[in-house]
Structures are given as C-alpha cells and as structure tokens.
C-alpha cells in the first residue's frame, strides 16, 4: 500500500526555523503533485504550499516568503522549509501527494500530520 509519513513537527519559539519532510513509500509508478495543508483548531483546513512534476509552486498568502517548498523526486519526498515562524502557524500540518500506484489509477493521498507549535 501507498502512504505517505510527515516528520519534522515539533515545537519552536517565535522567529525560528523548522523543516517538515514527507515521503511517499509503497508501490509507486509517479507522483504528479505533493504539497502541504495546515488545520489549526477553530479553523479551516487549508493550502500551505504545493509543487508539480515541473517544479512549478504555489504559496498561501499568509506564509509568501516565509516558507519554500521542495521536492527530491529520486527519494519520493517533499519538504517544507519554514522560516520566521509565528504563533499562528501553530497547526498539524498534512501532506498530500496526486500520484498513480503501480498497475493503478491516479488517486489522492494524506499524511497522519505532523504537529507543529509556535510559541511567543
């Protein structure tokens, strides 16, 4: 089976930085899309950051400039770099991945989550 493990969560003070990683195991014939969502509590669920095959990237606007998003296609993992950090970037963070499983249809893909907590 696919899935897709996040590591990298922790706890960081105000301004610091930290660095999520992700990576997709299983039987996987490609992977299209991989990205990052956030769900802090009380809120929506929401786009942190996301990168195509081509390498083209997209940011939410609340984190432009803080943070960068990366992929390592030979190890099938994404990382977020995240700078400056704020407490309200305090969230599980969740990666998602579009990809086609050997022999399968494209399909989606969630991580567990990872939490991250910015103190002040």
């Known amino acids: 089976q696919v899935q897709l493990v996040e590591s990298g969560g922790g706890s960081v003070q105000a301004g610091g930085p930290l660095r999520l990683s992700c990576a997709a195991s299983?039987?996987?014939?490609?992977?299209?899309?991989m990205g990052w969502y956030r769900h802090a509590p009380g809120k929506q669920r929401a786009l942190v950051a996301r990168?195509?095959?081509?390498?083209?990237?997209n940011y939410a606007d609340s984190i432009k400039g803080r943070f960068t998003i990366s992929r390592d296609n030979a190890k099938n993992t994404v990382y977020l770099q995240m700078n400056s950090l704020k407490p309200e970037d305090t969230a599980v963070y969740y990666c998602?991945?579009?990809?086609?499983?050997?022999?399968?249809?494209?399909?989606?893909?969630w991580g567990q989550g990872t939490q991250v907590t910015v103190s002040s």
């Open positions: 299983g039987s996987i014939f490609s992977i299209n899309v």
């Open positions: 998602y991945a579009n990809l086609r499983p050997v022999g399968l249809g494209r399909g989606d893909y």
């Open positions: 990168i195509t095959t081509g390498g083209s990237t």
